[in-house]
């Protein structure tokens, strides 16, 4: 039997540029660390720090949170390889992400936490494969942010904008996958954009979460080819040597327009 194992960041990758994926996949790429993972990590952090406190029965103060993600800051912004950002006013925008998030969601939508940074691992069964003479068992892996005592999972994001609402609740991956590991139905995005707020509600029925699964097992037949390269899509924002890991390598595309094509 051959064991797959998917997370949806990557399935997200995937479904964006097949290759990126590949190479992503067998290490021949990375991501280059930024100020914008600098910035999300920092909150991200600050908000586990109040969820553990939570869990323990505390009360979480705001000074508290500030100093997790200061401490954050200081240890992990020699990590950054590139800087979209100075550091004065990152610090500014975590800081004002963080306020917001202990102003605005921690007293009204979270009186109780139920769970914190819960990993899951659960199988999408086993199948044979066209083509393929070994049976595959195939795994979603994850880990959700916070899950709340209502059974509402949140995941925080800190992008310099906020999000079209529409578009996340139409086709966003994470809380397709999110809600069918955990047996859930409602994934709220929590959008941080410089201290202002936006809470994207999104719903996932029976439907959506069987059609998630039949998308995770088409991609199987591309995971198990022998191909060395696998397709590479062009459209979109991503396509280009400020995002893609393969285009920063000098590869694809990178190998022939550059780091400065237009």
């Not at 540029?17 to 996949?25: G, K, L």
């Not at 100075?86 to 975590?94: A, R, T």
């Not at 209502?150 to 809600?179: C, F, L, M």
Request: glycine share 6%; proline share 5%.
């Amino acid at each position: 039997m051959i064991e797959l194992n998917l997370r949806q960041s990557w399935i997200s990758t995937f479904l964006r540029c097949p290759e990126q994926a590949r190479q992503e996949r067998h290490g021949l790429v990375r991501q280059q660390e930024s100020s914008d993972m600098l910035r999300g990590n920092a909150v991200h952090y600050a908000i586990e720090e109040a969820g553990a406190a939570k869990l323990s029965g505390q009360e979480v103060e705001l000074d508290m949170m500030l100093d997790a993600a200061e401490r954050y800051i200081a240890a992990h912004a020699h990590e950054v390889e590139v800087w979209r950002t100075e550091i004065e006013p990152l610090v500014e925008v975590v800081r004002a992400n963080v306020e917001t998030w202990h102003t605005e969601l921690n007293p009204s939508r979270f009186p109780r936490v139920d769970g914190i940074e819960r990993m899951f691992v659960k199988s999408m069964g086993v199948r044979h494969v066209e083509g393929f003479e070994f049976p595959v068992k195939l795994n979603l892996v994850g880990t959700a942010d916070w899950i709340d005592e209502s059974g509402v999972i949140w995941d925080w994001k800190n992008p310099s904008r906020h999000y079209e609402a529409w578009e996340k609740q139409r086709w966003d991956i994470q809380s397709h996958a999110y809600t069918w590991a955990h047996g859930l139905d409602q994934f709220n995005l929590a959008v941080f954009a410089k201290g202002k707020l936006q809470v994207i509600e999104i719903e996932r029925t029976e439907q959506h979460k069987q059609a998630f699964v039949e998308m995770c097992w088409s991609i199987v037949p591309t995971m198990l080819s022998n191909s060395p390269t696998w397709p590479m899509r062009w459209e979109g924002w991503h396509c280009s040597p400020k995002w893609c890991p393969v285009w920063q390598a000098g590869r694809c595309r990178g190998e022939h327009l550059g780091q400065d094509p237009w």
